[in-house]
């Protein structure tokens, strides 16, 4: 290969030179920065100060050109303050040296809040659940309607600034929502589930049949199919009556919870056995705090009678009951002979699932 003498060099970078000039040259913009880049405003008798808006432009040691380009809908000055004249469109820009920012403006005639409501008045959930509330105004356009919302327990209930709640521990709070000088409130419960087994049942046995009340924590159950199913939390598994063996029985049917301690009882839930029919209702009784006679379930307890609940023989769902907030240390379900669902092809008692909460 032939050297490149020094005469050669010079040329070459002469050329190369001549080549860059050809290119043309890029110009480096800075767009006004604006703190808004949408904005809504209103106009009415009851706009007050929401016609008008103060934008701001940066950096600020820059200058800046402000148009409208609808001023009969909102107008501009140059120091950035726009004014809303008529409903309608428009777009603000500002302008610098070298660029410029459009902020898109709706200006809507505005309507005044009257009032509104929460779409629950409760809710009744566990820790860590987390729900939603929904303001709904009225009249149903209104422009604005700013929530200031507060929780009266933040150990039992949160809320965030966007009305989302989240139970964060076991109890009850006032969540209420405020605006232009009206209140709306809701009561959340925050419960537990209590993990019934068989040492919550006192004295299991039988429903003896030569005695004509029962006796025992429960009338009765075969053996395969025993009460504490109702409390493993599988549907497919059931408490059965007795229907083979020295005794077959009968209604009435019932069983005994000692919840180990005073719970204020808000919800319960019964399941029945899959596809099987049996009872359609049940008598709810509740024994506070006291000394007890196990061994007399009818008259060793002061049961409270909190009334008489229907339940759906036809359903394989779970049955979900609002309790009213009854405070107890026992409890006891009592399955009359009128209980007997007319479908039931015998006199057993079956069910799946049971349930109660509370805190």
Do not use: D, F
């Given at each position: 290969m032939k050297k490149m003498n020094g005469i050669g060099l010079v040329l070459a970078f002469v050329t190369l030179m001549t080549g860059c000039a050809e290119y043309s040259k890029f110009d480096i913009t800075e767009k006004p920065f604006v703190d808004k880049t949408s904005v809504e405003l209103y106009v009415g008798e009851h706009a007050g100060k929401r016609s008008q808006i103060q934008l701001t432009s940066s950096p600020s040691d820059r200058k800046y050109t402000w148009t409208s380009l609808a001023p009969d809908v909102a107008s501009v000055d140059q120091n950035g303050l726009v004014t809303a004249h008529i409903e309608g469109y428009t777009v603000i820009t500002v302008v610098s040296e070298n660029d410029r920012t459009d902020i898109n403006v709706r200006v809507l005639e505005f309507v005044p809040l009257v009032d509104f409501t929460l779409d629950r008045s409760e809710y009744s959930g566990v820790v860590q659940d987390m729900f939603l509330l929904l303001a709904m105004p009225e009249p149903s356009?209104?422009?604005v309607m700013d929530i200031q919302w507060t929780s009266s327990n933040e150990k039992v209930a949160h809320v965030f600034s966007n009305?989302?709640?989240?139970?964060t521990g076991v109890g009850e709070s006032i969540i209420t929502a405020r605006t232009n000088g009206i209140t709306r409130t809701i009561t959340v419960f925050s419960k537990l589930k209590f993990q019934i087994t068989s040492a919550n049942i006192p004295n299991e046995g039988i429903y003896a049949p030569s005695v004509q009340t029962p006796t025992w924590g429960y009338?009765?159950?075969?053996?395969a199919y025993p009460l504490t199913n109702l409390f493993d939390g599988n549907p497919a598994s059931f408490w059965h009556g007795a229907y083979s063996g020295s005794y077959v029985s009968n209604y009435p049917h019932w069983f005994i919870v000692d919840l180990r301690r005073t719970v204020i009882i808000t919800d319960m839930m019964i399941q029945r056995r899959q596809n099987f029919v049996s009872c359609n209702g049940f008598y709810f009784y509740v024994c506070p705090d006291v000394d007890v006679d196990q061994s007399d379930p009818l008259n060793g307890y002061p049961w409270e009678l909190q009334g008489e609940y229907t339940f759906d023989p036809q359903t394989n769902n779970e049955q979900w009951y609002k309790m009213p907030n009854v405070e107890a240390r026992?409890?006891?379900?009592?399955f009359d002979p009128k209980h007997k669902d007319s479908a039931a092809t015998n006199n057993y008692i079956q069910l799946a699932e049971f349930g109660i909460?509370?805190?």
């Open positions: 356009n209104a422009s009305g989302l709640v989240k139970i009338s009765s159950q075969q053996a026992y409890i006891t379900l009592y909460y509370g805190y």
